[in-house]
Nanobody, 121 residues
Framework: QVQVVESGGGLVQPGGSLRLSCTASGNIQSVFIMGWYRQTQETERELIAT???????NYADSAEDRFVISRDYAKKMSYLQMNGLKPEDTAVYYC???????????????WGRGTQVTVSS
């Protein structure tokens, strides 16, 4: 099994920055993709960005140029640096890890419980 835990959320003023961390542990394959998502009570969970174990990144349009995803492969951690935060960025932020045992098996995705980010003055 794989466990995923997010941390780093909190209250921040508009225009501020926050860095979220995600730690994965357990039976992790050498190739995987880690992603950051967010969700509010009014919206479905939406993708922000993903990063592969090789370092390739992919961003949703919603990330604009304010969010940066990175990872530490050895520690099986990913980070989401969020800058210029706006009240509309308020949400629960989730981390996921997606992997498969080999090319013949399906992908499995593991989720954390989320961390709350509130942007307010």
């Amino acid at each position: 099994q794989v466990q995923v835990v997010e941390s780093g959320g909190g209250l921040v003023q508009p225009g501020g920055s926050l860095r979220l961390s995600c730690t994965a542990s357990g039976n992790i394959q050498s190739v995987f993709i880690m992603g950051w998502y967010r969700q509010t009570q009014e919206t479905e969970r939406e993708l922000i960005a993903t990063i592969s174990s090789g370092g390739a990144t992919n961003y949703a349009d919603s990330a604009e140029d304010r969010f940066v995803i990175s990872r530490d492969y050895a520690k099986k951690m990913s980070y989401l640096q969020m800058n210029g935060l706006k009240p509309e960025d308020t949400a629960v932020y989730y981390c996921s890890l997606r992997q498969r045992r080999n090319v013949l098996t399906k992908y499995s995705e593991y989720w954390g419980r989320g961390t709350q980010v509130t942007v307010s003055s």
